[in-house]
């Protein structure tokens, strides 16, 4: 199978941190967004909302969205637990992390690193400061005397939630203040599969 990304992304690299976790063979195909090049002909017929990352799989089909990637991925393996009302809570915070999390500490870095430093950026960006702030404290509050974000073993909520609390200071987000959420990151960076997101498959 193939992941077209970009190896900044943080919604890509939740799919590559999935596919560590599983021990899987893959091709990376880099897609510089940054130029134009998931606004294509040829990669709108593999996705045709025109982002990344996209996971095509051996017989030419195609899967969008990271979130919708993961669960597809580890579907059936220990990163998705069994029971109804878990697997409920790890969608509830991978939504959470799609609606409350990413438009406003992923963007805010996103922002940071890859526009020029206007005025409206800078407007744009203490827009998002609240709204990304209080993703962090509901964080900070979730993980109070828990280890991972549900039934205390790693889901895929961990890994989505992770892709882009673990760069939040490139967004302006300071985690001095989150005890919790920084040894929530450091539990799930010590995992002997851990890769960081500059690393990619050999």
């Not at 943080?10 to 880099?30: F, I, S, T």
Request: proline letters at 5%; one cysteine or more; charged letters at 25%.
């Amino acid at each position: 199978m193939k992941l077209y990304d970009a190896t900044f992304s943080g919604n890509g690299y939740k799919v590559r941190l999935a596919l560590a976790h599983l021990a899987a063979d893959y091709e990376l195909v880099e897609v510089d967004i940054l130029a134009g090049g998931s606004r294509t002909p040829r990669f709108l017929e593999k996705n045709p909302n025109g982002r990344i990352p996209v996971l095509e799989l051996d017989d030419g089909s195609t899967l969008a969205e990271s979130n919708a990637i993961l669960f597809y991925l580890c579907e059936g393996t220990e990163l998705v637990p069994d029971e109804r009302f878990a697997r409920a809570q790890v969608l509830q915070w991978m939504f959470f992390e799609q609606y409350s999390h990413e438009p406003y500490i992923a963007t805010s870095r996103f922002l940071r690193q890859h526009r020029e430093q206007t005025q409206e950026v800078a407007d744009d960006l203490a827009r998002r400061r609240a709204p990304g702030l209080a993703a962090l404290e509901v964080m900070e509050r979730h993980l109070s005397g828990r280890t991972y974000f549900v039934g205390e073993r790693l889901t895929i909520a961990d890994l989505a939630l992770y892709a882009y609390t673990h760069v939040a200071p490139e967004g302006g987000f300071d985690l001095d203040g989150y005890p919790n959420v920084l040894r929530w990151l450091e539990r799930v960076a010590d995992r002997p599969v851990h890769v960081t997101m500059d690393q990619v498959p050999s």
